[in-house]
């Protein structure tokens, strides 16, 4: 299934800057608005607009379906990671890297890091739903 | 048999949850997130309570996308024709 050349060119256009926002959220989740979940949705979106103009067929080559998953699952085993590092400094999800200045980039510890695994893992999972969905209903 | 375990285990379940503790807590969670905020060293409130304090709540949610990603691959994905 293909649409006009007109939306395929802007979903070609928009999809990149899609991704760049998300990074942006991921990273500054905790100091500006946002966070992982948002983030990954995004993440999401850029790829299933690209769904929704060019066809499943075509996306399917660049974005292969066992990369997502393996995404997928290695961001949330990173998750439980990060949780389970925190039970050597004193509880499950402590926060061990107290450290910069309040305010910069590098504050916040751990927060960060979990936002970066959750928005992967929630933009990931959406992309796999959207996939096993499609190659279920093409297979008919 | 399966049927008579089934009914034990929702029952049970059902117990639990009743047995729970609901009751409100006098003043909240609310004083103590502004008079700690400063130990989490982050600027969003949000953030803060989203990713340290209530980061069991969070893990919950990535748990719940990962059973229905799961799910779905059990169910729709498989072998392909």
């Known amino acids: 299934m293909k649409m006009s050349t007109v939306v395929r060119t802007t979903t070609k256009l928009v999809s990149p800057f899609l991704v760049t926002y998300a990074a942006y959220l991921m990273v500054y989740g905790h100091l500006s608005p946002g966070g992982g979940f948002q983030a990954g949705v995004i993440l999401a979106v850029s790829v299933i607009l690209l769904i929704t103009s060019h066809g499943y067929k075509k996306v399917r080559k660049r974005f292969k379906f066992k990369e997502v998953g393996i995404i997928e699952s290695s961001s949330a085993v990173s998750l439980v990671c990060i949780g389970l590092v925190g039970v050597l400094f004193g509880g499950f999800f402590y926060n061990f890297l107290n450290g910069g200045k309040f305010g910069s980039l590098l504050s916040g510890g751990i927060v960060p890091l979990f936002n970066i695994a959750v928005g992967l893992k929630v933009g990931a999972a959406f992309t796999f739903l959207f996939y096993i969905l499609l190659r279920w209903v093409e297979s008919d | 048999m399966k049927r008579i375990i089934g ?25 103590y997130y502004i008079l700690h905020w400063q130990e989490v060293n982050v600027p969003n409130l949000v953030m803060a309570i989203l990713a340290d304090w209530r980061a069991y709540d969070s893990i919950g949610e990535a748990t719940l996308l990962f059973t229905a990603v799961s799910g779905f691959y059990l169910l729709l994905g498989g072998k392909k024709k």
């Open chain 2, 7 to 31: 009914v034990l285990i929702v029952l049970s379940l059902a117990l639990i949850f009743l047995q729970l503790d609901y009751s409100k807590v006098e003043g909240g969670s609310y004083e």
